[in-house]
């Protein structure tokens, strides 16, 4: 299997409402990110997770609270979500070699992401 | 943190000539360098990549070169196809660290449009 799951392909919600996008994959990849992409945009990084911990949340709202329950899974929880929050949401994995010193950069994987629309 | 320019933004091709799309990056610690090519309601995808102890690499009718001194990296597309329009994006990052090998830096974007 080389390819990244994403479910719900499209999601509409009210401003109160709670909901989840999910990931998964089974290359074995022990890196995965979730993107936020907006139209004629390139994605720009939210989350990082390695080894199933969270090593880099670039400054998003707390309305977005990602969740990687195992090697396989990734979550991203929406709650209280604003219209400007409306895009495509791309999970990717990839590998992770090592904890520190030199690590050989990795190459992405996407999903077919998300479609949110935030009503 | 890294900083990546693209151009041109948009790229008008007759089928069968050649397209360039140009990046720079400000942090001389990266050294990766992919290419995403995401069609109309797709995935970004892979098309090809560059690391820094290289500096040139091909696949078939695209390749990349990569001039580290100056700190840009170009992709070319020869024989264009309808199937390579698209938007294309650079990218780059260091993993010379934890902190910074998950920061994948994308370019703006290029629409290339190849017409028949």
């Known amino acids: 299997d080389t390819e990244v799951t994403q479910t719900p392909k499209h999601l509409v919600m009210g401003m109160t409402n709670k909901k989840s996008l999910k990931c998964e994959q089974h290359m074995g990849h022990r890196a995965m990110y979730w993107y936020k992409q907006k139209a004629k945009k390139p994605p720009e990084l939210m989350f990082v997770y390695s080894y199933e911990k969270l090593s880099i949340n670039e400054s998003v709202p707390s309305r977005f609270s990602p969740e990687c329950p195992n090697s396989s899974l990734l979550n991203l929880h929406l709650h209280a979500l604003q219209p400007e929050d409306s895009a495509l949401y791309l999970c990717?994995?990839?590998?992770?070699?090592?904890?520190?010193?030199?690590?050989?950069?990795?190459?992405?994987?996407f999903g077919a992401g998300s479609r949110l629309t935030v009503l | 943190g890294e900083n990546v320019e693209q151009h041109p933004s948009t790229l008008s091709v007759q089928e069968g000539d050649s397209a360039v799309i140009k990046c720079t990056y400000s942090d001389s610690a990266s050294n990766y360098f992919p290419w995403y090519k995401q069609e109309l309601g797709k995935r970004p995808q892979l098309i090809i990549d560059?690391?820094?102890?290289?500096g040139e690499k091909k696949d078939q009718r695209i390749a990349v070169t990569l001039n580290k001194t100056a700190k840009h990296f170009s992709l070319h597309i020869t024989e264009t196809q309808p199937e390579d329009s698209a938007v294309y994006f650079c990218a780059a990052t260091s993993s010379m660290t934890t902190d910074s090998w998950g920061k994948l830096q994308f370019g703006a974007g290029t629409q290339v449009v190849v017409t028949p």
């Open positions: 560059i690391r820094s102890n290289v």
């Open positions: 990717a994995s990839s590998q992770a070699v090592g904890r520190g010193g030199l690590l050989w950069a990795n190459v992405l994987t």
